[in-house]
């Protein structure tokens, strides 16, 4: 492991001192320590093992003090008598033609053995595009029907994603957030790194820390099908482009159509004109969705972070998608479960000095509970693209489909 590598592992700023981190190494692995010991699953506990093993080389290697190598010395070495005696007798211009095709050779074989780049791209519409396939999996479509989805009706993708037409946009919107299952579908075939520096409720004061969590394994247990946290809006656009390059291959999007996040309008349009997901008037009823009820109040949650009173929506934490009833337009957990990043730069024309701080996310979250303002559905949050926290994931729109 290098020391790079090291440091993105524990999230430490590189001017942390030594005194820092030898105090953030015991919180971190106490942190880990007591998540094996509470770890529901011989799979859980095998993870934390791992994150732990992943703590101690990461902090031996930035202790271990950088030793340079030793200059390599190089023997000169005598010629063969051959060798000798052919230099001797050949004139002085066809030695050097020699050197040159020698060279020449060297520098050509250098160019054809350079490293290839990572198979995984986030480009789009740039050389990595790929031509489709006349219609998906092979099949006919119907006489005077598109084989390639249209704003016309539903449509489901190749991970088994569901994508309506939303009155008022011109995209599909999924109908729920993207779920871990598919999110991994994408890392396994990808093998785009997504698992560092992931923000985890430490608890207590309500602070957030890195602590080795991932969007595998974030501090609580999730499925398949809820929905995938802990991943940064760089996470997100990068899942939408190889998507996107995934089916164009496949012969299910045309050259136009492409994955992306949905922009902050979009959202506010999808989610409808009430004051509040479920509606007008406060507090949520039961069954709204998942909020921070008085189910939430276990583990780590911070002793001065409010709950809904007297509200139960029955997970602790996330909940698969598509738990609760969808809203006007067909789609689920619009306020509630994880917050969603959507496309937009944060915007206050007042404030010039904010200009493109941080990415707009929307809807509210599992972890939060008795701040109205916050269950809104025009709330929002202002986060660095790159952030990942264990309470934000994505929803995905299909754009620039034909009517």
């Not at 700023?13 to 692995?29: D, F, G, N």
């Not at 007591?34 to 994150?51: D, I």
């Not at 990572?118 to 031509?131: D, E, M």
Request: glycine share 8%; with cysteine.
């Amino acid at each position: 492991m290098t020391p790079e590598e090291a440091v993105k592992i524990l999230g430490l700023p590189s001017s942390t001192t030594a005194a820092e981190r030898k105090l953030a190494r015991k919180i971190q692995r106490a942190r880990l320590e007591l998540k094996l010991v509470k770890a529901p699953t011989p799979e859980f506990q095998a993870s934390c093992r791992e994150s732990l093993r992943r703590l101690e080389e990461a902090y031996a290697t930035l202790e271990r003090p950088l030793e340079p190598s030793p200059p390599t010395a190089v023997q000169p070495t005598s010629p063969t008598p051959a060798v000798a005696h052919a230099l001797r007798s050949w004139p002085a211009g066809a030695i050097a033609l020699l050197l040159l095709v020698g060279l020449a050779g060297c520098f050509f074989a250098g160019r054809m053995n350079r490293a290839k780049p990572p198979q995984w791209s986030t480009a789009v519409n740039g050389p990595a595009a790929l031509s489709a396939a006349p219609n998906p999996a092979g099949a006919t479509p119907a006489a005077g029907k598109s084989p390639y989805p249209t704003l016309a009706g539903p449509f489901r993708n190749s991970l088994g994603m569901k994508f309506v037409p939303v009155a008022g946009t011109s995209v599909l919107f999924g109908i729920w957030d993207v779920r871990v299952r598919d999110f991994e579908a994408f890392v396994n075939v990808s093998g785009y790194p997504a698992t560092n520096t992931m923000q985890s409720l430490l608890g207590t004061d309500g602070t957030f820390l890195f602590f080795c969590d991932t969007w595998r394994n974030p501090d609580f247990v999730q499925g398949p099908t809820h929905p995938v946290c802990g991943v940064s809006w760089d996470d997100a656009r990068a899942f939408c482009d190889w998507l996107t390059q995934k089916e164009r291959r496949e012969g299910r999007l045309n050259q136009l159509e492409n994955y992306r996040l949905p922009t902050s309008a979009e959202w506010s349009i999808a989610a409808g004109n009430t004051r509040y997901p479920w509606g007008g008037h406060w507090p949520p009823p039961p069954g709204a969705g998942n909020f921070a009820g008085m189910d939430a109040a276990v583990g780590d949650w911070p002793t001065n972070f409010p709950t809904l009173p007297g509200y139960r929506d029955g997970y602790p934490r996330t909940s698969p998608v598509g738990s609760f009833p969808p809203n006007q337009n067909g789609l689920y957990d619009m306020g509630g479960n994880v917050m969603q990043w959507c496309m937009d730069w944060y915007h206050n024309e007042s404030k010039p000095a904010e200009l493109k701080k941080g990415r707009v996310s929307r809807g509210s979250s599992w972890f939060y509970g008795n701040w109205e303002y916050a269950l809104r559905s025009a709330s929002y949050l202002i986060n660095p693209p790159s952030r990942r926290l264990d309470y934000v994931g994505f929803r995905c729109v299909l754009c620039n489909v034909p009517r």
